[in-house]
């Protein structure tokens, strides 16, 4: 019996012995560790899109679905500039009420320098405004690697794109 009290002292105290250690090196490694990065730098891009034409039925009901493409353009200092590529979307709907509905949609927004894919969900509400948000998937050219998120707000035949891109 003190035998086996020994054994369970000693095995307390090595666990012990370890267990600092092992705090020890934790800490030291802590210590040692370089600084967390600062925050990653975003990049905000405000873009219109005005819808040239769509497939969305005068009567939707859950599971419809329909395409829209629009043109788009860059807003500098709170004003609409050039033309700087093109928008497509595929929709379907996921829910129908008689004042809404809420799609989800996927979507390529095309410039000469590249692509942006997005996929989000959208509330619609009569002609607006209504809005959603959506995640980036994905990019070419320029924007190949791209992150983020995208932020519109549809009125009427237009939507205000304000597109996140973290670096």
């Given at each position: 019996m003190l035998r086996f009290r020994a054994r369970q002292l000693s095995a307390a105290v090595t666990t012990a012995a370890m267990a600092m250690t092992v705090t020890g090196a934790f800490a030291l490694t802590a210590q040692a560790a370089p600084a967390p990065k600062a925050e990653s730098k975003t990049k905000v891009l405000n873009w219109l899109a005005h819808k040239h034409s769509d497939s969305m039925p005068r009567k939707l009901r859950k599971g419809?679905?329909?395409?829209?493409?629009?043109?788009?353009y860059?807003?500098?200092?709170g004003k609409v500039g050039?033309?700087?590529?093109?928008?497509?979307?595929h929709c379907?709907?996921?829910?129908v009420t008689p004042h809404s509905v809420i799609a989800q949609?996927?979507?390529v927004l095309r410039t000469d320098h590249g692509s942006i894919t997005v996929s989000g969900t959208v509330d619609h509400r009569g002609n607006g405004p209504y809005g959603g948000d959506a995640a980036i998937t994905g990019g070419t050219g320029k924007y190949e690697d791209a992150e983020g998120q995208v932020e519109a707000v549809f009125h009427g035949d237009y939507a205000k794109l304000r597109i996140t891109l973290d670096d």
């Open positions: 419809g679905d329909w395409t829209s493409y629009a043109y788009l860059d807003i500098k200092k050039k033309k700087i590529g093109d928008a497509t979307a379907s709907a996921v829910e949609c996927q979507s």
